[in-house]
């Protein structure tokens, strides 16, 4: 074999192999847009560069499928619904504290849920894996939480943190809803 044949066979061999590899990255990226959703352009804003966001949402998919995440019991369940629907109801009389209830109520579910609750930036971390469609109105509603917290939230405000905080609420019993049950 001459050795111009074997250049363009080592040429050939390594375009093959750059071909492949940016498909494959391109195949990840779509995957992960569409998995992720909005949070993908956030993460994608926050890093400045799409390699070094991919390498955090893959990091956040292989952290989330260590965690035991798990249906509620189904009387946990209607007792989380019940509670939702008494903190909505408490709102037209005390919204600060309705607001503030909505929010540990949030928290509690998640927690149940196997969501570790510690730190808030963790938090939104994890939830984005699975629940990133909902995720924009559960920041929302913390950036409410935040400026109630201050002194500097209205009625309308808190109002609208309780329909922020009610879209993650949801999503949380309607996502575990659809999970199979498993016996221990």
Same mark, same amino acid.
């Given at each position: 074999?001459?050795?111009?044949?074997?250049?363009?066979?080592?040429?050939?061999?390594?375009?093959?192999?750059?071909? $492949?590899?940016?498909?494959? /990255?391109?195949?990840?990226?779509?995957?992960?847009? @569409?998995?992720?959703?909005?949070?993908?352009?956030?993460?994608?804003?926050?890093?400045?560069?799409?390699?070094?966001?991919?390498?955090?949402? +893959? +990091?956040?998919?292989?952290?989330? @499928? !260590?965690?035991?995440?798990?249906?509620?019991?189904?009387?946990?369940?209607?007792?989380?619904?019940?509670?939702?629907?008494?903190?909505?109801?408490?709102?037209?009389?005390?919204?600060? +504290?309705?607001?503030?209830?909505? @929010?540990?109520?949030?928290?509690?579910?998640?927690?149940?849920? $196997?969501?570790?609750?510690? @730190?808030?930036?963790?938090?939104?971390?994890?939830?984005?894996?699975?629940?990133?469609?909902?995720?924009?109105?559960?920041?929302?509603? !913390?950036?409410?939480?935040?400026?109630? +917290?201050?002194?500097?939230?209205?009625?309308?405000?808190?109002?609208?943190?309780?329909?922020?905080?009610?879209?993650?609420?949801?999503?949380?019993?309607? !996502?575990?809803?659809?999970?199979?049950?498993? /016996?221990?």
């Amino acid at each position: 074999m001459s050795s111009e044949l074997i250049v363009v066979a080592v040429v050939s061999v390594a375009l093959v192999a750059a071909v $492949g590899y940016w498909l494959v /990255r391109l195949r990840r990226r779509h995957i992960l847009r @569409d998995q992720f959703g909005d949070e993908y352009e956030i993460v994608l804003e926050e890093h400045g560069s799409k390699r070094q966001a991919e390498r955090e949402l +893959a +990091a956040r998919q292989e952290r989330h @499928d !260590h965690l035991d995440i798990r249906p509620l019991d189904p009387v946990l369940h209607k007792r989380y619904a019940e509670q939702w629907r008494a903190v909505q109801a408490r709102f037209v009389d005390e919204p600060s +504290a309705a607001f503030e209830e909505a @929010d540990r109520l949030v928290e509690d579910v998640m927690a149940d849920r $196997g969501y570790p609750v510690g @730190d808030l930036n963790q938090r939104m971390a994890d939830l984005s894996v699975e629940h990133s469609n909902v995720l924009r109105h559960y920041r929302r509603a !913390h950036q409410i939480a935040q400026a109630s +917290a201050a002194g500097h939230a209205t009625t309308e405000d808190l109002r609208e943190g309780m329909v922020q905080y009610r879209q993650l609420f949801d999503a949380l019993l309607e !996502h575990q809803a659809a999970m199979p049950t498993t /016996r221990r």
